[in-house]
């Protein structure tokens, strides 16, 4: 499962970046996940919280954005979605000179985070 290594990835990324900011606490991390990226959404997030024990982002919640697949023709310029499984021709002309727009990408794009001391985090709860 490579889910796993990926989530480990994404949790050293962000726990590097928080702690060299301040960020005491991660509260959540959204990730653009493409069609054809190989990635299974929720074995992420359920390997996720696992990676993120121990860590700044115990508790943190992954929210996954789907990127579709799109193609564009060379020849042509038509764009179309890909689909599943991957059509590369161009729907319009025929042509196998289909160049990829999206739907590969893996990347963070949104970190949250408190950069409070935990006990003013525990002070400002309310005790009910």
Not at 92 to 113: F, M
């Amino acid at each position: 499962m490579h889910e796993m290594s990926i989530a480990m990835a994404v949790v050293g990324q962000v726990e590097e970046a928080a702690r060299s900011t301040g960020v005491t606490a991660v509260t959540s991390v959204r990730l653009q996940v493409g069609e054809l990226a190989g990635v299974v959404p929720d074995a992420l997030v359920f390997c996720f919280e696992l990676a993120c024990a121990g860590t700044v982002l115990e508790g943190a919640e992954l929210v996954t954005e789907p990127v579709p697949a799109r193609a564009r023709c060379a020849p042509c310029a038509d764009e179309w979605a890909v689909g599943m499984p991957p059509s590369l021709c161009c729907p319009v002309c025929g042509g196998p000179a289909a160049e990829l727009l999206s739907g590969r990408e893996l990347q963070i794009v949104g970190v949250r985070g408190d950069d409070a001391p935990a006990r003013e985090r525990t002070r400002t709860r309310d005790p009910n």
